[in-house]
Structure formats: structure tokens, C-alpha cells
């Protein structure tokens, strides 16, 4: 069998604006947005790294790629922590393994599960997870995962638990597996197959469910199935209206789930400005509002605010959900360049940390930005 690594590191493709709004509907005004505090630096450039907020209100910046070309896995070892008081980063441990397209966790103790990901460029998947904990600031080991995983879904479930899904293998496929980290004992035990093999896909939290969307099976096209985990059994969930990869997943309040850009194809040639609305009640899948642009590789690039809008960074500016309008609205605010593999932070009730991500030219930015939006 081929050996399939997939790396974080697929060319970009430029492609033009879409319309954010259908042609009935006139388009909604602009948020309004301030820049807040000096130009931001994170001490290195980072890419497919992860952020963190802690119960003290820092950020935990962790793993990634650092160099041109999405290298330097090794340096994304040391990880900072954005400090919202001093609006600073500053440095953090080192973690006990390099990490890109890993996951994060904040547990209900406060502390942080990583888990997986790739430990260096061209090789394979890791099944090693550590945990920060705040209160002695030193990653410290746990037990591995029982499948080796890059590019899967690390989902905090009510009762505490940690499910992880999916993702590439040590041998590069996708995989249907699915295990579950219980924080009290440290150690993961094997839960039952996904429907799908997928990798790549995103998850969300419905009341006590879980569902898990699209991403892609054979590493090359976006799949349009959904998983979904309800009483501990995986049933089919509604499929989306057209296939996705390396897209994003939102809950929103009244129990549907917004699915938001992504590709058809994991090189991106066929990136998405559409949004789609998923009715896990209901089994229906609906359109939703565009994005101004298309956006693609946002795993890490949504957050939701305090008031519910939901904040969509991966384009030259901010997208702005409002799940009361079910409309979407560009921040008026200079345009950046187009960076993938951003992470959007949320640190108060109007303010957002827009950090890292890399260019068309797959070059990792160190550059930030606080954003104040207002109604």
C-alpha cells in the first residue's frame, strides 16, 4: 500500500470574490471595528499552530509550523502565551513534542490536552498527547492515543471526556476510529467506528451529541456525509449540500450547526464561499449566507462572541455570522493578506486575537492583530 503523508502545506490558489448576499436581500452593513493596542508579534511565525484560552484569560500558543514552505517543527516546540492585559506575547515551555495539525483541548480542570499531529516534516502521524497544566506552567506526558492521528477532531464532551476522531493514520489513510481520553485516570480507551472514514472534517457539540462533517475518505476529493454520535452509537446524520474539506463547524444556540467554507478537494482548487445550515432534527441541510470571499483550511479560524456572532478569519478581512439575521457582514477594516491556518481567539464580549497563518507562498507570518468589533 502507499504511504500517504498529508502535510499542511498544499499551494493556495488565488481565486475571486463572491458576494456575501443573495440578490434579493440588500447587503448588510459593515461592523464596525477598531484595531486595539500596537502591531502584535508573535515570537515566531506560525502556522497550523493552536490557541488556547486559559481559565486565567491568557492565551496558550502551541505547535505549528515556523519556516517557509510549513518547516521548523522543532522550533514550534516552544510554545507563548498572549497576555490580554500587557497585549503581549510572551515566551512559554517548551512542549514535549513538535506538533502541526494536532489538536488542543482545554479540559474542565483547566488544563490542556494536545494530542497527535505531525512531529517534523514528511513523517508520519504521532500518537503521543501531553497536557499543559497551569498551575506548575510545564507540559507534562500522558498516556499515547491508541491510533497515531493528524488532521482529526478532538471534541470536550459534557461529561468531561475528550473524543477523538478520524484524522491520518500513521500510514497516511484516513481512518474510522475513534477513541475517548477520560482526564481523571489519563488514559484512552477505543470507542466504536465512525460510519466514514474521514480526515480533515470538523465537529460540533449538539446538546449531548456530537457530529462530525464532512472532510474526505481517500485524501483527495471532500466528502458531503456526516457522523453523527448520539447515546454512544454512530448513526448517518443529514449529508451537506456539497462536499467539504478543511472547512468549519459552529453550534449555534437553537441546536442547528452552521457549516462554513472549505474546499471541494484538499488542494483547494475549488474553495467555498458557500455556507450551509445542518438540522440534525430535522435531517435537512439548507444554504446559508455567503462568505465575502472564498475560505479555506479554517480549522482554528472561527470563534464565536459572547452575543453569539460568529467571527470567520480566514479571508483579506473579518466575516461577522449573525445567527439573528442569519446574515453575514465584512468588517470594515484594511485588508491583510490571505492567510491559511490562522487561529481566531475570542477575549472578551467585542475583542478577537487574529495570530499566524501563512500566504499563498506557504511563508508562516508571525504578525497579529486585535480586533474590537461593535455592533
Request: aromatic share 4%.
Amino acid at each position: 500500500m502507499p504511504r500517504h503523508r498529508w502535510l499542511p502545506c498544499s499551494l493556495l490558489l488565488v481565486t475571486a470574490l463572491v458576494s456575501c448576499t443573495g440578490p434579493s436581500a440588500p447587503p448588510p452593513s459593515p461592523p464596525s471595528v477598531s484595531v486595539g493596542g500596537a502591531q502584535l508579534s508573535l515570537g515566531l511565525p506560525r502556522a497550523v499552530h493552536r490557541a488556547t484560552t486559559l481559565t486565567d484569560g491568557r492565551v496558550l500558543i502551541t505547535g505549528g509550523c515556523t519556516l517557509p514552505g510549513c518547516g521548523g517543527f522543532d522550533e514550534g516546540r516552544a510554545s507563548e502565551f498572549f497576555d490580554p492585559v500587557v497585549q503581549r506575547f510572551l515566551p512559554g515551555p517548551l512542549m514535549l513534542s513538535a506538533r502541526a495539525s494536532g489538536t488542543a483541548t482545554l479540559l474542565l480542570d483547566g488544563r490542556v490536552l494536545l494530542t497527535g499531529g505531525y512531529p517534523g516534516e514528511g513523517r508520519d502521524a504521532q500518537a503521543s498527547a501531553e497536557v499543559f497544566d497551569p498551575l506548575t506552567e510545564s507540559f507534562e506526558a500522558v498516556d499515547p492515543m491508541i491510533s497515531a492521528r493528524a488532521n482529526h477532531t478532538a471534541t470536550l464532551l459534557p461529561d468531561g471526556r475528550v473524543l477523538l476522531a478520524g484524522g491520518n493514520g500513521a500510514d497516511g489513510d484516513a481512518l474510522d476510529s475513534t477513541e475517548f481520553l477520560d482526564p481523571t485516570t489519563g488514559t484512552f480507551t477505543a470507542g466504536s467506528s465512525l460510519r466514514d472514514a474521514r480526515a480533515g472534517h470538523s465537529a460540533a457539540v449538539v446538546g449531548t451529541d456530537v457530529v462530525l462533517v464532512g472532510g474526505t475518505a481517500d485524501l483527495v476529493l471532500g466528502i458531503e456525509s456526516t457522523d453523527v454520535l448520539h447515546d454512544g452509537t454512530w448513526t448517518s446524520g443529514p449529508d451537506l449540500l456539497i462536499p467539504r474539506v478543511k472547512h468549519a463547524t459552529v453550534a449555534l444556540a437553537d441546536g442547528r450547526v452552521l457549516v462554513i467554507g472549505g474546499s471541494g478537494d484538499i488542494e483547494g482548487r475549488d474553495r467555498l464561499a458557500s455556507t450551509e445550515i445542518l438540522d440534525l432534527a430535522a435531517g435537512t441541510a439548507t444554504p446559508g449566507p455567503d462568505l465575502s470571499e472564498p475560505q479555506y483550511k479554517l480549522d482554528g479560524a472561527v470563534a464565536e462572541l459572547p452575543d453569539r456572532r460568529i467571527v470567520i478569519a480566514g479571508g483579506q478581512r473579518l466575516d461577522i455570522y449573525d445567527p439573528a439575521t442569519d446574515r453575514i457582514a465584512r468588517v470594515d477594516e484594511p485588508a491583510t493578506p490571505r492567510r491559511a491556518f490562522v487561529s481566531a481567539t475570542v477575549l472578551g464580549p467585542d475583542l478577537v486575537l487574529v495570530a499566524g497563518g501563512y500566504d499563498d507562498r506557504i511563508a508562516p507570518t508571525a504578525q497579529a492583530r486585535l480586533v474590537r468589533i461593535t455592533p
